[in-house]
């Protein structure tokens, strides 16, 4: 299995820039999927999360701006960031919590990650 993730970039403050990532191998099942982020010199955070259902998970910092969405039939999940500021800099990483067999626990799989730069 697989994770790609793509769509990072430099933007100017209070622009917007659309993450996707895609999974990809032998899968069954797809369970929650979230982005992740981390920024030099601090720990990884999780931004947001959304499950099989659409329920979806915002953390304080990024409530309002930015919109977490996936296409279960590409096993794709998405990320709309707007408003974004300097402390939004960080490398991006996508995670997803899967299953390849019917009858298995899901395991955690982590993408690449792709750096989101936000010029003041």
């Known amino acids: 299995v697989q994770l790609q993730a793509s769509g990072g970039g430099l933007v100017q403050a209070g622009g917007s820039l659309r993450l996707s990532c895609a999974a990809s191998g032998r899968i069954f099942r797809i369970n929650a999927m979230g982005w992740y982020r981390q920024a030099p010199g601090k720990e990884r955070e999780l931004v947001a999360s959304i499950t099989s259902v659409g329920n979806t998970y915002y953390s304080d910092s990024v409530k309002g701006r930015f919109a977490i969405s996936r296409d279960n039939d590409r096993y794709t999940v998405y990320l709309q960031m707007n408003s974004l500021n300097a402390e939004d800099t960080a490398v991006y990483y996508c995670?997803?919590?899967?299953?390849?067999?019917?009858?298995?626990?899901?395991?955690?799989?982590w993408g690449q990650g792709t750096q989101v730069t936000v010029s003041s």
């Open positions: 995670n997803a919590d899967l299953l390849q067999y019917r009858y298995e626990r899901g395991q955690d799989y």
